[in-house]
C-alpha cells in the first residue's frame, strides 16, 4: 500500500539520521549550523501548518466543541496524569533521566500532518482532526511549558526558566500566525504542490539528527544499558496500546459517531516530534536533553506504525 511505503522510508530516515548523528555527531561550527537550520526549518513548518489551516475550516471545526474538548482533554489532562502516575516505575525500572523523558513525552501536543492523513485514511472526520490537531499545537505553546513547570520541576527532577514560553511563541506560535495572514498571496501556491508534505518528514529527521548529536556529546548511549532501553521501549508500547484503548473507549462512550471516534483517537493519542523536540530544546536549556527526548522519539515512531495499521483497516470497514 501507498501510505505503508511512504511510512516506512519515513522511519528508515529517522532510524538512519539517529545513526549517522551516532557515528558522525555535528561538531564544531556545525553545532551552531546546525541550531540555526533546525530553527529555521521548525519555522518555516510551522508557517506552512498556517497557510494549510483555512479561516472557514476553522471556523466550522469550532462548532463541534464537544469533539475537540474530548481530544485536548486526553492529550493535556489523560495523558499528563497516566506520565506522573508512572513514577511508580523509577527507579526500579526506569531511571530518573529515562522517566523524566517519559513524563515529557505525555504531556507535548498531538501531531498535525500524520493525524490529519491517518483519520482522512480511516475515512474519520477530516475537517474535526485539521482543527484538534491544528488547536493542540497552539494550546501547546503555552500549556506543555506550564505543565512541565507542574510536574517536571517535582516529579522529573527538571528544572526551566519559565520565560523560554516566550522563545517557544517565538518559533512555533508566530509563524503560524504569519502563515495565517498570508494565505492570500500563499495558499494557493502551497495547495498546488501536495509533495511539500515531504517538508513535514524532512524536518522531522532533521531535528532528530541535531536532537541525536548533542546527546552522543552528552555521552548519551554511555548511560543507558540495552536492557534499560528495552524496558523504556516497553513502556512506550503499552503506553501507546493502553491510550489507543482509552480514546476510543471515550469516543463510543460519549456518543461520538464513528467518524468522530476515529478523529478522537489518532489526534488524542499522538505525540508530536515536529513540535517535541524543538520546545526541549528551548524549555531545558543547558541541560542534557539526549535522554530526555529519546521516550518520545521511541513513542512517535511506534504511534506511525500503530496508527498506520489501525488506518488501514478501518478504511476497509468502510470498503
Same mark, same amino acid.
Given at each position: 500500500?501507498?501510505?505503508?511505503?511512504?511510512?516506512?522510508?519515513?522511519?528508515?530516515?529517522?532510524?538512519?539520521?539517529?545513526?549517522?548523528?551516532?557515528?558522525?555527531?555535528?561538531?564544531?561550527?556545525?553545532?551552531?549550523?546546525?541550531?540555526?537550520?533546525?530553527?529555521?526549518?521548525?519555522?518555516?513548518?510551522?508557517?506552512?501548518?498556517?497557510?494549510?489551516?483555512?479561516?472557514?475550516?476553522?471556523?466550522?471545526?469550532?462548532?463541534?466543541?464537544?469533539?475537540?474538548?474530548?481530544?485536548?482533554?486526553?492529550?493535556?489532562?489523560?495523558?499528563?496524569?497516566?506520565?506522573?502516575?508512572?513514577?511508580?516505575?523509577?527507579?526500579?525500572?526506569?531511571?530518573?533521566?529515562?522517566?523524566?523523558?517519559?513524563?515529557?513525552?505525555?504531556?507535548?501536543?498531538?501531531?498535525?500532518?500524520?493525524?490529519?492523513?491517518?483519520?482522512?485514511?480511516?475515512?474519520?472526520?477530516?475537517?474535526?482532526?485539521?482543527?484538534?490537531?491544528?488547536?493542540?499545537?497552539?494550546?501547546?505553546?503555552?500549556?506543555?511549558?506550564?505543565?512541565?513547570?507542574?510536574?517536571?520541576?517535582?516529579?522529573?527532577?527538571?528544572?526551566?526558566?519559565?520565560?523560554?514560553?516566550?522563545?517557544?511563541?517565538?518559533?512555533?506560535?508566530?509563524?503560524?500566525?504569519?502563515?495565517?495572514?498570508?494565505?492570500?498571496?500563499?495558499?494557493?501556491?502551497?495547495?498546488?504542490?501536495?509533495?511539500?508534505?515531504?517538508?513535514?518528514?524532512?524536518?522531522?529527521?532533521?531535528?532528530?539528527?541535531?536532537?541525536?548529536?548533542?546527546?552522543?556529546?552528552?555521552?548519551?548511549?554511555?548511560?543507558?544499558?540495552?536492557?534499560? %532501553?528495552? #524496558?523504556?521501549?516497553? !513502556?512506550? $508500547? =503499552?503506553? /501507546?496500546?493502553? +491510550? &489507543?484503548?482509552?480514546?476510543?473507549?471515550?469516543?463510543?462512550?460519549?456518543?461520538?459517531?464513528?467518524?468522530?471516534?476515529?478523529?478522537?483517537?489518532?489526534?488524542?493519542?499522538?505525540?508530536?516530534?515536529?513540535?517535541?523536540?524543538?520546545?526541549?530544546?528551548? %524549555?531545558? #536549556?543547558?541541560?542534557? !536533553?539526549? $535522554? =530526555?527526548? /529519546?521516550?518520545? +522519539? &521511541?513513542?512517535?515512531?511506534?504511534?506511525?506504525?500503530?496508527?498506520?495499521?489501525?488506518?488501514?483497516?478501518?478504511?476497509?470497514?468502510?470498503?
Amino acid at each position: 500500500m501507498g501510505w505503508l511505503k511512504r511510512l516506512d522510508r519515513f522511519l528508515l530516515a529517522i532510524v538512519c539520521a539517529a545513526v549517522i548523528a551516532s557515528l558522525l555527531p555535528a561538531q564544531g561550527v556545525m553545532i551552531s549550523v546546525l541550531d540555526w537550520l533546525t530553527k529555521v526549518a521548525v519555522a518555516v513548518l510551522f508557517f506552512v501548518y498556517g497557510v494549510r489551516l483555512k479561516p472557514d475550516q476553522a471556523i466550522a471545526g469550532l462548532k463541534h466543541w464537544r469533539l475537540h474538548l474530548t481530544i485536548l482533554s486526553i492529550t493535556y489532562l489523560a495523558f499528563p496524569l497516566v506520565g506522573w502516575s508512572l513514577q511508580v516505575l523509577s527507579p526500579w525500572l526506569l531511571s530518573p533521566a529515562l522517566y523524566a523523558g517519559l513524563l515529557y513525552l505525555t504531556l507535548v501536543p498531538s501531531t498535525v500532518q500524520s493525524s490529519i492523513n491517518f483519520t482522512s485514511l480511516a475515512k474519520g472526520n477530516v475537517a474535526g482532526a485539521i482543527v484538534s490537531a491544528s488547536a493542540s499545537n497552539l494550546l501547546g505553546v503555552f500549556l506543555t511549558p506550564l505543565l512541565c513547570w507542574a510536574l517536571m520541576t517535582t516529579s522529573g527532577g527538571i528544572a526551566f526558566d519559565p520565560s523560554s514560553i516566550l522563545d517557544i511563541v517565538g518559533q512555533l506560535l508566530v509563524p503560524f500566525l504569519l502563515g495565517q495572514l498570508s494565505r492570500r498571496w500563499t495558499a494557493g501556491w502551497v495547495a498546488a504542490h501536495p509533495r511539500l508534505k515531504l517538508f513535514d518528514n524532512g524536518v522531522i529527521v532533521l531535528v532528530v539528527y541535531s536532537a541525536f548529536s548533542a546527546g552522543m556529546r552528552e555521552h548519551m548511549w554511555q548511560q543507558v544499558e540495552p536492557l534499560a %532501553l528495552l #524496558a523504556l521501549l516497553g !513502556v512506550c $508500547l =503499552l503506553l /501507546l496500546a493502553a +491510550m &489507543l484503548a482509552f480514546s476510543y473507549w471515550v469516543g463510543r462512550r460519549l456518543g461520538f459517531s464513528r467518524a468522530d471516534v476515529i478523529a478522537i483517537q489518532f489526534c488524542g493519542t499522538k505525540k508530536s516530534l515536529a513540535t517535541g523536540l524543538p520546545m526541549a530544546n528551548v %524549555l531545558f #536549556a543547558g541541560s542534557p !536533553v539526549g $535522554l =530526555l527526548v /529519546l521516550p518520545l +522519539m &521511541l513513542f512517535h515512531q511506534a504511534q506511525l506504525m500503530a496508527c498506520g495499521s489501525l488506518a488501514a483497516r478501518y478504511a476497509k470497514q468502510v470498503d
